[in-house]
């Protein structure tokens, strides 16, 4: 594993969600490669970094994966401060809220406070598939059976998980009904954001969708972290409180352009080559 270089991007906060550690699926390389340019103060695990479903039923866990983990780890021996926050993939860690493990904290989720002074609620998400599901019929019931769905949500799954079933998930539900998905992840964001303003947030930084995102919705800021699966994204918070969401494969492709065009100037400026 290479060690930090010169080279390493520092920012003030670094938000991951949905790395699904333990699957084929996991882009573990690239992910490497992001943790090897990116340091940040503190990190956010946003849920679904190992996916404890899929180890159940048969182990993969290749030296790369194991290479994330390491690299997590030294991350918080050089003064990092770690916070996991467990989604529905690893809920096994769900009965760990509110403990530390060396240097470690893991709770349910969390108000992030900015640099610039703005609050965000650092949740994973799934806690909100079955009120987007019936989300017509919550609105109708009012606010009770808005906490009751809620309650459902995480009891149901328990249940499912003690039955051995799989998690009910809302992105595969949504991926089924195509047509829809676009809906359900319009009303996933606005449920999210509601949830911030809710708790006196200016916004909320969630994963779960596997779709990333950065934008007002009824006038909080809406963040997604996407997931290092299909996207390989990620949320950075600079020294400024400015947020930005980065799609590392576009990141890589705008350094190799960068790269090329200065290779191309000192070949073609004179001055250049001369000095
Ligand atoms: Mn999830």
């Known amino acids: 594993m290479g060690e930090d270089t010169e080279k390493t991007i520092r920012v003030r906060t670094l938000f991951l969600s949905d790395m699904h550690l333990g699957t084929k699926g996991c882009q573990a390389g690239l992910l490497l490669d992001f943790l090897r340019d990116y340091d940040a103060d503190e990190i956010y695990l946003v849920g679904d970094i190992v996916d404890g479903w899929q180890l159940k039923s048969g182990w993969f866990w290749p030296q790369s994966h194991n290479d994330v983990v390491q690299k997590l780890l030294r991350k918080v021996r050089k003064g990092s ?4 926050i467990p989604g529905n993939h690893d809920e096994f860690l769900r009965d760990y809220l509110g403990m530390t493990f060396g240097g470690i904290e893991v709770v349910d989720d969390r108000i992030h406070v900015a640099a610039d002074g703005k609050r965000y609620l650092v949740i994973h998400g799934d ?3 079955m009120v987007v599901r019936h989300a017509k019929w919550i609105a109708f019931l009012g606010d009770g059976a808005y906490t009751f769905a809620l309650f459902i949500n995480t009891h149901l799954n328990t249940i499912r998980r003690r039955l051995g079933l799989a998690y009910w998930s809302l992105s595969a539900w949504a991926k089924l009904k195509v047509k829809n998905a676009v809906n359900f992840i ?3 964001e606005e ?12 916004g909320v930084i969630c994963g779960h969708i596997h779709h990333a995102a950065h934008r007002q919705i009824a006038g909080l800021i809406y963040l997604n972290t996407g997931d290092w699966v299909e996207s390989c994204t990620a ?3 600079h020294y400024d409180g400015t947020m930005e ?10 350094r190799a352009a960068a790269e090329e065009a200065e290779r191309n100037t000192i070949l073609t400026d004179p001055a250049r080559a001369v000095a």
């Open 81 to 84: 401060t770690l916070v996991y």
């Open 127 to 129: 806690q909100f598939d």
């Open 235 to 237: 949320i950075v918070e």
């Open 186 to 188: 319009g009303k996933f």
């Open 191 to 202: 449920l999210l954001s509601a949830e911030a303003k809710r708790v006196g947030a200016d």
């Open 245 to 254: 969401v980065l799609h590392y494969p576009s990141v890589l492709r705008a």
